[in-house]
């Protein structure tokens, strides 16, 4: 199937997670994970190629970059308390943001690329975009073992941030995150 196919199919199981996630914030990190295999699997198979053509190029700059606003959200959502009455909100933001590129990439990105994308072409990134998303989203990391996982479960102290938030650690919210889960 063409890669416009295999992503499109992916945006609506993207579209569904959200969905998800509004109801009920313990799909959030599903939602993020897919979120970010993607972006990373999208810029690899589509817009890597796809920038490649000066008529499209700024587009594809601007949607790719449009990941990277998204992976900002992402982490300043991790970052705060999953617990918190306002988590919604948090994403509700990361949605609605998610949702308007997803919109821009099919109805104006999808059908441009396939005016400079040779057809064969589209066929053969779609077949590894699936390939890729599937090992990449099938992958289980190994569980901790006790002793370690009890360890790094205890909650820390809660402490008070430069803007007067408590915290319950200061390293909450760093690091890649979206692939650890
Ligand atoms: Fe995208
Ligand atoms: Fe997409």
Request: no cysteine; proline share 6%; aromatic share 8%.
């Amino acid at each position: 199937m063409s890669i416009i196919n295999e992503l499109t199919s992916h945006h609506t199981t993207l579209r569904q997670l959200y969905a998800q996630a509004e109801k009920d914030p313990k799909f959030f990190e599903d939602f993020s994970r897919h979120l970010v295999v993607h972006h990373t699997m999208e810029e690899k198979y589509f817009y890597d190629i796809l920038q490649a053509y000066p008529e499209v190029e700024h587009d594809a700059l601007e949607a790719v970059n449009e990941h990277h606003i998204i992976e900002l959200i992402i982490k300043d959502a991790e970052g705060f308390p999953h617990d918190h009455d306002h988590f919604p909100i948090k994403i509700e933001g990361l949605g609605e943001y998610t949702t308007h590129h997803l919109d821009e990439e099919e109805m104006e990105i999808f059908p441009m690329s396939q005016n400079v994308i040779p057809a064969d072409d589209l066929e053969t990134l779609g077949k590894l975009f699936v390939e890729a998303k599937n090992k990449i989203l099938g992958i289980k990391l190994p569980e901790l073992p006790g002793a370690i996982a009890t360890a790094i479960a205890k909650p820390a102290a809660p402490t008070k941030t430069t803007a007067g938030v408590i915290s319950r650690s200061t390293a909450h919210g760093l690091g890649i995150g979206g692939l650890k889960h």
